[in-house]
């Protein structure tokens, strides 16, 4: 810090003292400034006015003769600091006791250690300005991207709750009161000209299996077909999600006219000719529902114990477990064919999760972009195992060597597949094709099968399941078998493709015993894919007439 003092003490040394102060050593002028002599009056002051109006005070004033009498004066004045860096200025300042007196000052310099620390000081301020203006500009140029962030975020948001409030809108629409289904079309399906008439029985609507009936509900039409011998067991078959029951033709046929059985195939609402509710969701309660419908119209008693055995095809067969957890006593024995109900949801594509979802986005655009991403080109054929890959991620399943060798069997929807024969002159091709572009309500029916049924993951009714069929083992291996009636052979037989990309063998029999145990089915794997019932319609009646057979 600099020192101040007054001139009374400098003036008195100067007084008293003859020698020149650069004889002195540095004590003896700090002593010589440091003086408390206060004996010495003091001197006489002269103050003038500046130019510029400003007070200016000269110190001891003195004629021109006086200062040059003193010659060490001048050498005083202009002698250097103590570290030599800078002469020590001359400071004209108020008196502190705030008389405005005017005195005299001297600043003297700093030493080398406080000019040091003010050069890490300076230095530290210029870093600091540095450090905040570079922080300043990242701090302005993150404020840009959270601006730009927060703006897309509000964006998608406004967007999600519009879309989101139109299907709201759209459901209460639906379900503010009840809507009439969807009618059925009424279009003959596309045979071949060149099949012989005689072969092919038809209608009105060119009705291609014998018994045919439209059965009316509260729900909407249900087209029913019911043959062969009236006094014969009983076999109710169930199709898939997409294909109608034709697809079951050849099966049904060598049950009913082969193999002596009372056979009943139905469409599934929204496909082949069964109207499509549009109010409802397809779930297992109206999957329920219409088969009690289809089973009380026929002239005959399919109700009661042990009235009739139960074969489900893919959809159809997760829908079969699930009534046979409800209904097993009516039930004589069930066969599974290519069934769902535990397909695991990890298969599920995420274009399917979007798409299949339910008041994201409103029902009426998902239903184009689905249609849109079924229907296939004009040169293109579609088939089960396709519509099931428009859900499933079956390609991704499909990519093991033996996979590859079945590339153009029905396990991957080619040309042995497309071009199955279901009655003269109708191939799969042309049913599915013809379903498209003609049943409004297929699309809405196919959609909502995906988000309700019994398709993925339904351990819950396949474990109740196991416990009847345990129950009724028990029974038999005890002799008190004939006590409980359904579900007679304690086992349920599983008819698999060993290519079939849908429906993974490996993950059902693992999955199946983990919730029906060894004991709990029997498995059959045949040489085909997904579409093993119109391909192996012959085989899979074999297979299960000798599986009623052992267990009546």
């Not at 840009?144 to 139109?166: E, H, K, N, P, R």
């Not at 083992?473 to 359904?486: K, L, M, Q, V």
């Not at 304690?490 to 015993?513: N, Q």
Request: charged share 25%; aromatic share 8%; hydrophobic share 35%.
């Amino acid at each position: 810090m600099s020192r101040l003092f007054r001139h009374k003490s400098v003036s008195a040394r100067i007084s008293s003292s003859t020698m020149p102060l650069d004889h002195l050593g540095e004590s003896g002028y700090s002593s010589l400034l440091e003086s408390n002599d206060t004996n010495v009056p003091p001197q006489q002051h002269r103050r003038s006015k500046s130019s510029s109006g400003a007070w200016v005070y000269s110190s001891f004033a003195m004629s021109l003769e006086e200062a040059a009498s003193r010659p060490w004066l001048g050498t005083a004045e202009s002698r250097t600091s103590w570290n030599g860096e800078r002469q020590p200025p001359r400071k004209l300042v108020k008196d502190q006791n705030g008389s405005g007196r005017p005195s005299f000052s001297l600043e003297l310099s700093d030493s080398d250690g406080e000019n040091k620390e003010k050069g890490i000081v300076r230095r530290q301020i210029d870093r600091f300005r540095h450090l905040y203006r570079r922080d300043k500009s990242k701090m302005h140029q993150e404020a840009d991207s959270l601006s730009t962030i927060i703006m897309l975020t509000a964006v998608g948001i406004s967007a999600g709750l519009l879309m989101g409030a139109g299907a709201l809108l759209e459901s209460r629409k639906h379900t503010s009161k009840r809507r009439a289904p969807i009618k059925a079309p009424k279009s003959p399906l596309p045979v071949s000209e060149s099949t012989d008439a005689d072969a092919v029985k038809t209608g009105e609507h060119q009705l291609l299996l014998p018994g045919g009936r439209d059965v009316e509900t509260p729900y909407g039409s249900i087209r029913v077909y019911e043959f062969g011998p009236a006094d014969g067991e009983k076999v109710l078959l169930m199709h898939g999600i997409s294909t109608p029951c034709l697809s079951l033709a050849n099966l049904a046929e060598e049950l009913a006219f082969n193999k002596g059985y009372r056979v009943m195939v139905f469409d599934f609402f929204g496909r082949g000719y069964s109207d499509a509710p549009v109010d409802l969701p397809y779930d297992l309660r109206l999957y329920t529902t219409q088969i009690l419908l289809v089973l009380a119209s026929s002239s005959l008693s399919w109700t009661g114990d042990d009235a009739f055995h139960l074969v489900g095809y893919s959809l159809g067969g997760g829908v079969a477990v699930s009534f046979a957890r409800y209904y097993p006593r009516m039930i004589r024995s069930l066969v599974l064919i290519a069934g769902g109900g535990l397909i695991r949801s990890q298969h599920v594509n995420w274009k399917s999760r979007m798409l299949y979802s339910t008041g994201l986005f409103p029902e009426s655009v998902l239903e184009y972009l689905v249609r849109k991403r079924v229907t296939p080109a004009d040169d293109e054929d579609t088939s089960e195992a396709k519509m099931a890959g428009a859900v499933l991620d079956v390609e991704a399943q499909t990519t093991n060597p033996k996979a590859k060798k079945h590339s153009n069997s029905d396990a991957s929807g080619g040309s042995s597949y497309d071009n199955a024969v279901l009655r003269p002159g109708l191939t799969v091709s042309t049913v599915m094709r013809w379903q498209l572009k003609n049943h409004q309500g297929f699309i809405p029916a196919f959609m909502s099968s995906i988000r309700f049924a019994p398709i993925y993951e339904r351990t819950e009714d396949w474990k109740a399941l196991g416990e009847l069929l345990e129950v009724r083992r028990r029974a038999s291996e005890e002799g008190n078998g004939s006590t409980i009636p359904g579900l007679r052979a304690g086992r349920v037989l599983m008819i698999l493709g060993a290519t079939d990309p849908v429906i993974v063998k490996e993950e059902l029999i693992h999955d199946a015993t983990a919730v029906l145990g060894e004991d709990g089915f029997e498995a059959v794997v045949l040489d085909c894919g997904h579409e093993i019932v119109m391909t192996k319609g012959k085989e899979v009646a074999t297979l299960a007439a000798a599986f009623w057979s052992a267990s009546s």
